[in-house]
């Protein structure tokens, strides 16, 4: 029965040497191996065997871990005190380093990220470091990165969490947002005020050129039609004269023509005359006229008379000038009623003037003794 029960112990001893022999590292671990307190090897992931008793294997998880940085007051360069907490992510890359060369890598990492918070935001303003969150990820990251290198650590990135000012600054904070809005606000409104004024000043600045340039042109409008009337007026005023002289030239020619076709005779136009005179003496004028010396109205009658009386180159020149006064006379009337027609179916609107139809002739030449008048027979 002894021997039965020394098996089992030594069995068990047996089973439980055999145990704490092999040991089995993790793929995401890796095996620092000591023997009799020294550094032996690395070991990787997978099943060792070691000695018992005289080996002994520190399992080092090779994962990326996180450090929360506790919060801190920081005193920026503006003197402000501000409350900061960051995280930092880390992971080993060499276990014999991060097992012999610090004793407690979470403590180490945690102290120097405050003392690193304090440097990097304490040379900063409370503006650029509330807006500056990047620039102090970067040089944490670097700081820590460069003092845990001899751990056997990189520090992948290190985030801010939070930064939050004193109740006070973020009252300011908060009433300086507001009057900045505010600002935006009234600035914003002023200028819609402005570009409405400009607006409506180029509107009214385009209806006053609008407004001078169409009271120009009425102008313009009104200057050429008053050109153009009183262009008219001269042009019909022009041919009433002309119509009026070439009425007159007319008569006179006819009158000439007349006188001459009918040959008359000394005594009608003794007759003329004094009826002439007795027309003179019965108006209505309280004046009336008579010659100087009556006997000299007396002596031209006499001498028109005598003009009369002569021959004038026979009876046969007499007849020839009355036959050409009655020619002249009649051809005077044809062109009078031809040049009726042609104004009666002439345009009315045309300001076009003709030409005087019939040319005005000059009074003929008295010849021989007839040229001058004689002396008033005696009375």
Same mark, same amino acid.
């Given at each position: 029965m002894?021997y039965?029960v020394a098996?089992?112990?030594l069995?068990f001893?047996?089973l439980a040497f055999?145990?704490?022999?092999v040991k089995i590292?993790q793929p995401?671990q @890796?095996?620092?191996?000591?023997?009799l307190?020294k550094y032996?090897?690395?070991?990787?992931?997978?099943m060792?065997?070691?000695i018992p008793?005289a080996?002994?294997i @520190?399992?080092?998880?090779?994962?990326?871990?996180?450090v929360d940085?506790p919060p801190q007051?920081?005193?920026?360069s503006?003197n402000?005190?501000?409350?900061?907490?960051a995280?930092?992510?880390?992971?080993p890359?060499?276990?014999?380093? !991060?097992?012999?060369n610090?004793?407690?890598?979470?403590l180490?990492?945690?102290?120097?990220?405050?003392t690193n918070?304090?440097?990097?935001i304490g040379?900063m303003q409370?503006?650029q470091?509330?807006t500056?969150?990047?620039?102090?990820n970067h040089?944490?990251r670097d700081?820590?990165?460069?003092?845990?290198?001899k751990?056997?650590?990189r520090v992948?990135?290190v985030?801010?969490?939070?930064?939050?000012?004193p109740?006070d600054?973020?009252?300011?904070m908060?009433?300086q947002m507001?009057a900045e809005r505010?600002?935006?606000a009234?600035?914003?409104?002023a200028?819609g005020?402005?570009?409405?004024?400009?607006?409506a000043a180029?509107g009214e600045?385009?209806s006053?050129i609008?407004?001078?340039?169409?009271?120009?042109?009425?102008q313009i409008?009104?200057?050429?039609?008053?050109?153009?009337?009183?262009k008219?007026?001269?042009?019909?005023?022009?041919f009433r004269q002309l119509?009026?002289?070439?009425?007159?030239?007319?008569?006179i020619?006819t009158?000439?023509?007349?006188?001459?076709?009918g040959?008359?005779?000394?005594?009608? !136009?003794?007759?003329?005359y004094?009826?002439?005179?007795?027309?003179?003496a019965?108006?209505?004028a309280?004046?009336?006229?008579?010659?100087?010396?009556?006997?000299?109205g007396l002596g031209t009658?006499?001498?028109?008379?005598e003009l009369?009386?002569g021959?004038?180159?026979?009876?046969e020149a007499r007849?020839a000038r009355?036959e050409?006064?009655?020619a002249a !006379?009649?051809?005077?009337?044809?062109?009078i009623?031809?040049?009726?027609?042609?104004?009666?179916?002439r345009?009315?609107?045309?300001?076009?003037?003709?030409?005087p139809?019939?040319?005005?002739?000059?009074?003929?030449?008295l010849e021989?003794?007839?040229?001058?008048l004689p002396?008033?027979p005696?009375?």
């Amino acid at each position: 029965m002894q021997y039965v029960v020394a098996i089992a112990i030594l069995a068990f001893v047996l089973l439980a040497f055999a145990a704490s022999a092999v040991k089995i590292v993790q793929p995401f671990q @890796r095996g620092v191996k000591e023997r009799l307190g020294k550094y032996r090897e690395t070991l990787d992931p997978g099943m060792r065997v070691i000695i018992p008793f005289a080996d002994r294997i @520190r399992l080092v998880d090779m994962r990326e871990q996180v450090v929360d940085v506790p919060p801190q007051e920081v005193i920026t360069s503006d003197n402000v005190v501000v409350s900061v907490d960051a995280v930092v992510y880390y992971e080993p890359t060499d276990p014999q380093r !991060l097992v012999y060369n610090v004793a407690n890598f979470i403590l180490a990492v945690t102290k120097l990220a405050q003392t690193n918070l304090r440097n990097v935001i304490g040379d900063m303003q409370l503006d650029q470091a509330l807006t500056s969150r990047d620039n102090i990820n970067h040089g944490l990251r670097d700081i820590l990165d460069d003092a845990t290198d001899k751990w056997g650590v990189r520090v992948v990135r290190v985030e801010i969490q939070r930064i939050d000012p004193p109740p006070d600054v973020m009252h300011a904070m908060h009433e300086q947002m507001k009057a900045e809005r505010t600002r935006r606000a009234v600035v914003t409104e002023a200028d819609g005020r402005r570009s409405a004024a400009i607006t409506a000043a180029e509107g009214e600045k385009a209806s006053a050129i609008l407004k001078a340039e169409g009271e120009r042109q009425r102008q313009i409008l009104q200057a050429q039609g008053d050109a153009e009337a009183t262009k008219a007026r001269a042009e019909a005023e022009r041919f009433r004269q002309l119509t009026v002289a070439e009425g007159e030239a007319q008569a006179i020619t006819t009158v000439y023509n007349a006188i001459h076709a009918g040959d008359p005779s000394p005594d009608l !136009l003794a007759i003329k005359y004094l009826e002439a005179l007795g027309r003179i003496a019965n108006g209505n004028a309280t004046k009336i006229f008579l010659p100087a010396d009556f006997a000299s109205g007396l002596g031209t009658l006499g001498a028109v008379a005598e003009l009369f009386k002569g021959d004038g180159g026979g009876a046969e020149a007499r007849g020839a000038r009355a036959e050409a006064g009655r020619a002249a !006379l009649a051809e005077q009337l044809r062109s009078i009623d031809r040049t009726r027609s042609e104004e009666a179916s002439r345009d009315v609107g045309s300001t076009t003037v003709p030409p005087p139809v019939v040319a005005i002739p000059e009074p003929p030449a008295l010849e021989g003794p007839e040229s001058s008048l004689p002396p008033p027979p005696p009375a």
